[in-house]
């Protein structure tokens, strides 16, 4: 959620404690994904805004008139809110009201124009015959799961989570090809991530190395469940690299707490070089938590 929320409110809001200003980092990324998602579903929040008095007033509850059309976009607020929009009524029911579930579908229908025989080999996948139709598999966190041109499923034939399938759904539209670099870098390395850097701080790694202080063993044991290599030569207590899809592996440096020096458990994720090859930033920020939540369970 916080991913669509950052993008919702990307120039006026903000995310966690990043702050996303002016025309921002996104735009500037090559997703097509972004490109069409602010088409289809900025424009709505812009149709909102424009019915506002657009003066910030304050008086519907939300410190701005961008955070407030977001809010009812997002079906958490209502027109009716807003003094000044005429005629207003309890709207509170959005069509796009789950907006994770409205992108999903939007996405889905633009998977029906690529050619998944051709993607499959750059994005580490396979093309198999499903009761869907032909569907990309792929390992995501050390599980299978299929992208048909109908839905996004697991081997049992379960709908992935919304935001589980915007995810795969970008990971399809990027089409990265070619294998790799194989070298490791954090993700203050890449473009425009100064404050992405402060987010996978604060929902990652910090939320893995609280979760497992003192439990160095018990970090390896949830690794291992989702496929995890783990790295000998490493001045880590453990040091796992995780495919969270075929070509966007996360390595986890885990340090763990020193209670008679009192040091808390630390830990860095570390990207490919080629990583935006593969996903965008936001993206890659999503993965990196989702990878949290697995591990830690929550
Ligand atoms: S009450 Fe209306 S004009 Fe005032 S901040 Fe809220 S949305 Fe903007």
Redesign the pocket.
């Known amino acids: 959620m916080r991913l669509l929320l950052a993008l919702i409110i990307f120039s006026y809001g903000s995310y966690g404690e990043s702050i996303y200003v002016g025309s921002g980092s996104i735009l500037q990324y090559k997703g097509k994904v972004w490109d069409y998602f602010l088409r289809e579903v900025m424009e709505t929040i812009f149709d909102i805004l424009k019915q506002?008095?657009?003066?910030?007033?304050?008086?519907?509850g939300?410190p701005?008139?961008m955070a407030?059309?977001a809010a009812v976009h997002t079906g958490s607020s209502s027109k009716s809110?807003?003094?000044?929009?005429e005629g207003a009524s309890d709207d509170r029911k959005s069509p796009l009201q789950d907006p994770e579930t409205a992108l999903a579908r939007q996405l889905r229908q633009k998977v029906k124009d690529i050619d998944l025989e051709k993607r499959a080999k750059g994005l580490g996948g396979r093309v198999v015959d499903t009761d869907h139709g032909p569907a990309l598999c792929l390992l995501y966190l050390g599980r299978e799961v299929f992208i048909s041109r109908e839905r996004v499923f697991s081997v049992d034939g379960s709908e992935l989570e919304p935001r589980d399938q915007i995810l795969l759904y970008n990971y399809l539209f990027f089409g990265g090809e070619g294998e790799l670099s194989g070298k490791w870098v954090g993700l203050e390395s890449f473009p425009n991530s100064i404050s992405k850097v402060v987010t996978l701080k604060r929902y990652t790694e910090e939320k893995i190395a609280r979760h497992f202080a003192g439990k160095a063993e018990k970090f390896l044991e949830k690794c291992r469940k989702v496929g995890t290599t783990e790295v000998a030569d490493c001045q880590a207590d453990a040091c796992v690299t995780v495919p969270v899809l075929p070509k966007v592996p996360i390595q986890l440096h885990f340090w763990d707490e020193d209670t008679e020096d009192n040091f808390p458990a630390e830990v860095k994720a570390l990207f490919d070089e080629r990583a935006l090859d593969f996903l965008d930033i936001e993206s890659l920020i999503f993965a990196a938590e989702r990878l949290a939540e697995t591990i830690t369970g929550h």
Do not use: S
Not at 52 to 60: D, L, Q, S, V, Y
């Open positions: 506002t008095k657009r003066n910030n007033c304050g008086k519907c939300y701005t008139c407030f059309a809110a807003c003094p000044f929009i």
